[in-house]
T-cell receptor, first 116, second 114 residues
Framework: DGGITQSPKYLFRKEGQNVTLSCEQN?????MYWYRQDPGQGLRLIYY???????QKGDIAEGYSVSREKKESFPLTVTSAQKNPTAFYLC???????????????FGSGTRLTVV | AQSVAQPEDQVNVAEGNPLTVKCTYS??????LFWYVQYPNRGLQFLLK??????LVKGSYGFEAEFNKSQTSFHLKKPSALVSDSALYFC????????????FGTGTRLKVLA
């Protein structure tokens, strides 16, 4: 089955530690995204990538880093510079093309990150 | 600036009754509007979209949405609610910057009471 796989489902981070969240898709989608979800705030865009080896900052990129070395993979690293990382992180992908071929996002099941 | 608003944090409806989840938007030019649903501890699932054409859009699970350009609204509707429809619903508008980024509303929690 085609889809997006995020791992792990739950992740605990100690203060000062970097952690990496995995996102893999087998949909052959060009674009991939990372969102952070906090209660009452909806989804906020962290980083996005429209093509391999290229990515752009979203609205809340500080304290996060990404890479896009393969079309299928878009890992997110939450660095120690992110002061409030506890949240639900969602990865998404979308097919390229013009507006009429825009079918929206396909989301992964999310990773819940907690600072301990 | 583009934005999307969901004025209700929560909507309660009795099973079998019609439901409406409200969404208003602000964009320059033609809007591309979407509805997604999220079940607990899961990612969002696509329900329906409006790009162009008929103002009434039909989507998954019996949901539909009406695009109203004069009121800049895109309310989600269903004629008869099910308990299993209880979830978090997000409205989204696509940014018109040549990319495929979306702005999401803050979400509306729908609770269908048996």
């Amino acid at each position: 089955d085609g889809g997006i796989t995020q791992s792990p489902k739950y992740l605990f981070r100690k203060e000062g530690q970097n952690v990496t969240l995995s996102c893999e898709q087998n949909l052959n989608h060009d674009a991939m995204y990372w969102y952070r979800q906090d209660p009452g705030q909806g989804l906020r865009l962290i980083y996005y990538s429209q093509i391999v080896n290229d990515f752009q900052k979203g609205d809340i990129a500080e304290g996060y880093s990404v890479s896009r070395e393969k079309k299928e993979s878009f890992p997110l690293t939450v660095t120690s510079a992110q002061k409030n990382p506890t949240a639900f992180y969602l990865c998404a992908s979308s097919i390229g093309g013009g507006p009429l071929s825009d079918y929206g996002y396909t989301f992964g099941s999310g990773t819940r990150l907690t600072v301990v | 600036a583009q934005s999307v608003a969901q004025p209700e944090d929560q909507v309660n409806v009795a099973e079998g009754n019609p439901l409406t989840v409200k969404c208003t938007y602000s964009v320059s030019g033609n809007p591309y509007l979407f509805w997604y649903v999220q079940y607990p501890n899961r990612g969002l699932q696509f329900l329906l979209k409006y790009i162009t054409g008929d103002n009434l859009v039909k989507g998954s699970y019996g949901f539909e949405a009406e695009f109203n350009k004069s009121q800049t609204s895109f309310h989600l509707k269903k004629p008869s609610a099910l308990v299993s429809d209880s979830a978090l619903y997000f409205c989204a508008v696509r940014r018109l910057s040549g990319t495929y980024k979306y702005i999401f509303g803050t979400g509306t929690r729908l609770k269908v009471l048996a």
